[in-house]
């Protein structure tokens, strides 16, 4: 079992960045595969960016590919979404979620079995 936190939401105008940080505890990150979701007022939880747990390959969202970035760090048990060229459309409460079941279909929230309680992004125009 594994608990995650999330960290580093807030205001930022458009065109700003951000850094966001998924802690786990519990068990390694490596262990599993690690995705962040978000969720827009009225929307339903979107896929954004997830790392495979083996070779730490990435997946992006269209939405965010050039912009976001996901990336892991075993050291410190820690999976981080940077954030560039925010856009007022990427406002949302941000989730990190992780899975262990043996599948690439990680933009499918119903594999996650972990998942943190958020944090809130909002890119002003």
């Known amino acids: 079992q594994v608990q995650l936190v999330e960290s580093g939401g807030g205001l930022v105008q458009a065109g700003g960045s951000l850094r966001l940080s998924c802690a786990a505890s519990g068990r390694t990150v490596s262990s599993y595969v690690m995705g962040w979701f978000r969720q827009a007022p009225g929307k339903e939880r979107e896929f954004v960016a997830a790392?495979?747990?083996?070779?730490?390959?990435?997946y992006s969202a269209d939405s965010v590919k050039g912009r976001f970035t996901i990336s892991r760090d075993n050291a410190k048990n820690t999976v981080f979404l940077q954030m560039n060229s925010l856009k007022p459309e990427d406002t949302a409460v941000y989730y990190c979620?992780?899975?262990?079941?043996?599948?690439?279909?990680?933009?499918?929230?119903?594999?996650?079995?972990?998942w943190g309680q958020g944090t809130q992004v909002t890119a002003s125009s």
């Open positions: 790392i495979s747990r083996s070779d730490g390959r990435t």
């Open positions: 979620a992780a899975y262990s079941k043996v599948t690439y279909s990680f933009y499918r929230t119903d594999l996650y079995d972990y």
